[in-house]
């Protein structure tokens, strides 16, 4: 009965999810917190979001965005004798569900997780003494992005680490099913090595202790960006630039960079070469991110004090800069992640509008060159 209905239209009831809750006994982590031991860290932050400085077009594009954001204070709790099913690693534990969040993506997944758990022959279950799970809807399953990983995986791994200074305990990591390298050498940066990381089978793992940080973000709704912890995005860069400080490397790049997207799918500036010859009287060298290592990418933020690219998860290394001044080339469908985050950490930020051209974009360079004005005269001291 079920396999049908997921290929119904049926997201469509997700955005009133009281029903689902009920049937499927969907309960938030919050909720169930006086079951389980759990321990608070950190405190509570207040993201201030304003558009001031940036160009008037974009806060008219950002409603419900801008304002004041109240982050609570994040704890991590230790979950015992727990399931984990399907592609998102869902929680389920007594025939119920626990989730970090509750959303219409995150109940897809959990539909989704629903139907996985019923009898299959030939199924194999994972069965782990001591686990923390970077794999947890709505974003990190089967396919968890550079953005998402940064934002929602490493950033979590602050509440990994009160659990081990409390418990004297190491649990095992859990990556999405055949883990891209950066997300192993990120790890490894992080203080966690290869021994210590699992790639999640996809489908059922029988856990007798999770460790269950919560998320750094507020609830995500559909079609709507929050900002992220800014305690965390810190957490994150510090670690990983202390553990790269240590490593040789004869990687010098330079101060004013432009991300390219030439070998991407979607997203390419079709004009890139006329726009790259506009940006050599800012002396703007180009990059690639898919032909640098982690490490080199980390190193690249580290020192920038211009990062100009198109839309794309590359940018949300930015959270290694020390202040660089973000241009974004964004199209006619502007979605503000990168704008909440470089207002979080208070860098300097402005956009440009580019063209659709079939998934790519042609963007006028004449305007890309006057906001690289306004922005490094901002930063002149």
Known sequence: MLRPLLRWPYHQLLAHPTWIRRWLDVRLLSEVLDRYP?????????????GRGVDPEIPALLPGVLGAHRLGQPFVASLSQVELVGPYA????????????LNPLVLDRVVKAHVAVRPRRGRTTSRYPLLASL???P???????????????????????QYQKITGEQPLILLPPSPAPWMQESLTYMGIGRDRQVAWSGDMGQVETLVFPSPRTLPVQRKKFNPYSVAGYW????RIQQAIAHLPSDFTPAPRIYISRGDAQVRRVLNEDVLLRRLEAFHVVPYQLSRLSFADQVRLFAQA??????HGAGLV???FGQRPAILEIYTSTFVPGYFIIAQSLGFPYAGVRGEDCGGHLVVDPE??????EGLLSIRKP
Do not use: S
């Not at 957490?235 to 510090?238: A, P, Q, S």
């Not at 004090?305 to 198109?310: C, D, G, H, Q, R």
């Open 38 to 50: 759990h321990w608070p860290y950190g405190g509570e932050e207040v993201i201030h979001l304003d």
């Open 90 to 101: 869902v929680v389920r534990q007594a025939g119920g569900y626990i989730v970090p969040e």
């Open 135 to 137: 794999v947890q809807p």
């Open 139 to 161: 974003w990190c399953g089967r396919r968890c992005g550079y953005f998402h990983w940064i934002t929602d995986c490493l950033t979590r791994l602050e509440g990994v680490e």
């Open 235 to 238: 957490y994150v860069k510090e």
């Open 305 to 310: 004090e211009l990062v100009i690219a198109p």
């Open 317 to 319: 290394n930015m959270i």
């Open 367 to 372: 305007a890309v060159a006057r906001r690289v």
